[in-house]
């Protein structure tokens, strides 16, 4: 390298650092692919508890549903029918 001249240097270093520079934009590029993946992993995984979350609550209506009709309780035909107890006194 001694034997470059001055200009050839310059032109050795200057190639460097726009390799250099190149170099980090890649890897920033990579975090930026990394972080996006993150996010869209975070934002299907919170659909999916959502959507899960939403199947449990309609299966767990339908079974309150059930129970109330095999043990009377909810029906509103029984609940008018029945008398107060401070009406009675």
């Known amino acids: 390298m001694d034997n470059f001249s001055p200009e050839d240097k310059y032109q050795l270093r200057r190639f460097e650092m726009i ?3 190149k170099n980090l934009e890649a890897q920033r590029a990579r975090q930026e692919l990394e972080r996006l993946i993150l996010d869209l992993e975070h934002k299907y995984t919170l659909r999916e508890n959502i959507k899960a979350m939403n ?3 309609q299966l767990i209506k339908i079974e309150n549903e059930q ?3 095999e043990n009377g309780k909810g ?3 029984l609940m ?3 008398t107060p107890i401070s009406s009675l006194g």
């Open 19 to 21: 390799a250099e520079k």
């Open 55 to 57: 199947d449990s609550a």
């Open 67 to 69: 129970t109330h009709k």
């Open 75 to 77: 029906s509103a035909n």
């Open 80 to 82: 008018g029918a029945t």
